[in-house]
């Protein structure tokens, strides 16, 4: 049985940091990518950053890129999204989700099977 669990989250103040980690069991990180997804209430979920299985590649929405930095510890079975310069945009559930997209589907839901239960993240101005 797969499981995602995600942790991390809370509240910061606008300009902070914080690190959401993603604990995988039932599945391998050296063979499915790592993404994370977050929805704020009332909106959709939404894309935030994916890493790829083979070479390391990295995606991220326009929104957090250069702010956010997707990576993982394979050894560990573990993924992280490392949030700098948090803004009072970013509050939502982080999500952390695994699959084996295409290229086309990368930052789609539709390019990943298994998701975690999320994580809070607030931020205060």
């Known amino acids: 049985q797969v499981q995602l669990a995600e942790s991390g989250g809370g509240l910061v103040q606008a300009g902070d940091s914080l690190r959401l980690s993603c604990v995988a069991s039932?599945?391998?990180?050296?063979?499915?990518?790592p993404a994370w997804f977050r929805r704020a209430p009332g909106m959709e979920r939404e894309f935030v950053a994916s890493i790829r299985v083979s070479g390391g590649y990295t995606y991220y929405s326009d929104s957090v890129k250069g702010r956010f930095t997707i990576s993982r510890h394979n050894a560990k079975n573990t993924g992280f999204l490392q949030m700098n310069s948090l803004t009072p945009e970013d509050p939502a559930v982080y999500y952390c989700?695994?699959?084996?997209?295409?290229?086309?589907?990368?930052?789609?839901?539709?390019?990943?099977?298994?998701w975690g239960l999320g994580t809070e993240v607030n931020v205060s101005s």
């Open positions: 989700a695994a699959g084996v997209p295409s290229l086309g589907i990368v930052r789609t839901s539709r390019g990943y099977r298994h």
């Open positions: 039932g599945l391998s990180f050296r063979d499915y990518s």
